[in-house]
């Protein structure tokens, strides 16, 4: 039997009431009603929906805990991109951020620039997605690409709505926050655990990230979790303001909580002055902060400016100093990296700094370990800036012991015998070894493997290292013979794994140029000059064949860069095994060099991509239209240049159709690549 139409009536009365009362509390924090009064609403909702459990529903303020523990994360892949950010430690460091946006936007850099400020919290990244107004994924950042699903989690949070409010939000709606938890409620889970003999958390941070990985959604919900949100990402079937401000009072209109302490502010004083002010009050704030975050406000200024590799030029981390402490120097010791380079490291006497234990520090090179001295014995200041690599500062000379010795620079590699020596211009000192060297060899495969350069998931750095420890692999193309039963010999590796494995390094095998180019390992090239060098040459072949003038004509490719192309393409060995990865199946998509005179045929056309396209991935299709110089997005607007639709194209393409925009099907798009 149906719940009357009276009981229905009521249950959707007292959850709007309950929406009305969980906005006022978490996000305006001016409660209308005590406690008891809205325990009272709970208790009779739940009592409803219990006896009518036919009108329970997702969204219902009574089922953001229940759920069944999930056996493991899903990964959720983002619509957009969760770009990291450039750090500023300095006030000059901030200034020089100012004049490359001003430079770029071609205005004076004294200009009246407005930007949206407010703190950096300390805590976990979060994209959650909202389809017509109801919360159906949440997701951490990852590694900015692929997050893991913790649609489960995010739920138990109170500030996180399950319904949005209003009806004027767009149909689909994806917002990024931070999950933090506050000092008061880590230090009162902190002293209960203690009580309990239970495992205390470290630090905020540490203790957010860890409720949000929990498997059990009800222990997530015993952690005292809030969020702020800071952005939108993918946005379809509605539009948000055009300033990023404005943008965040939106959202909070629409039910989510945003950081009361934000505020727009102009110039690079303001910047300052916001900065300097937020840091007089930062212990006195309900949260860790770590910085501010300014972002240029306007959205037109933020599309001009664009991204550089993982990061947005509109937007910059501006870092509280870092927190130093005393240790004492146990050893040092040399470690050889991918490109041969040869590290100092001091070994420490564990200390706690910035949150985290910290035993081992960068020396950086060796001309920085003798102009500080450091020696075994020594007592140093130790900084810790956020996530920033441990560094020593400097020693302390008074509490140095009788009979230091002074650490010379090693003449042999420590991993594999060869020389070590130092060119005349550079800082660094470099093993010869090469693919000889087992640490360079490992290093490098663990590069080529990596998500962003060939991607073969299932093969990780112990795994890797076996493989080179046994000598089975020595470059990347020996990763295309690998047999199932030399896999099933390696340790923790069962007959199903090395069946994956082997899937994934087949898969692998169907690439982009940009990919290849930048999973080689060439010094200087990174993911960005990677992609610039396949836009300009179009084929690998012309790229192994450019001489040092050609290869500057490149876009962002200078002297340096230069030589490093020409000197790997110049070596025998490094060609040989690019021949044989190619005698092997790997393959990509090439295409005509770009005219001398143009970045690409594509330059200055943005894209968006919806659906499902049969002959390509969507991220295939968004390197090939780059690499034509093309521009590709997440969200249709008046700029939208041409919208290509897959199967199942949804509300992007009702509203390309709208505005007038172009459409290609997946045939048309090849047409459009093919005449580049």
Known sequence: MSAPAAISKKVDSLRSQIRHHNYQYHVLDDPEIPDAEYDRLVRE??????????????????QRVGGEPVKSFG?????IPMLSLENAFSEDELRDFHRRVTDRLGIDKGAELSYAAEPKLDGAAVSLLYQDGKLVRGATRGDGTTGEDITHNVRTIDAVPLSLIGNDFPTTLEVRGEVFMPRAGFNAFNEKAKKNGEKTFVNPRNAAAGSLRQLDPRLTAERPLDIYVYSVGQVDGGVVPPRHSEILDRLGGWGFKVCPERKVVTGIDGCLKFYSDIGRRRDSLAYDIDGVVYKVNRLDYQERLGFVSRAPRWAIAHKFPAQEELTVVRDIEFQVGRTGAVTPVARLEPVFVGGVTVSNATLHNMDELHRKDVRVGDTVIVRRAGDVIPEVVKIVPERRPKRTRKVGAPTKCPVCGSAVVREKDEAVARCTGGLFCAAQRAEA?????SRRAMDIDGLGSKLIEQLVSTDRIRTPADLFDLTKDELMDLERMGAKSAENLLESIERSKHTTLPRFLYALGIREVGEATASSL????????????????????????GPVVASRVRAFFAEIHNREVIQRLVESGVTWPESEPAPKSEEGKLHGKTFVLTGTLGGMSRHEAKDRIQAAGGKVTGTVSKNTDFLVAGDKAGSKLTKAQNLEIAILNEVQLEKLLSDQ
């Open 45 to 62: 909702l739940q009592k409803l929906e219990s006896e009518y459990p036919e009108l329970i529903t997702q969204d219902s303020p009574t």
């Open 75 to 79: 990964t959720i892949q983002h619509l």
């Open 445 to 449: 495969l663990k590069h080529f493997v």
């Open 534 to 557: 396949a836009s300009h040459y179009g084929k690998l072949v012309a790229v192994m064949g450019a001489n040092e003038a050609e290869l500057q004509e490149v876009p962002d490719v």
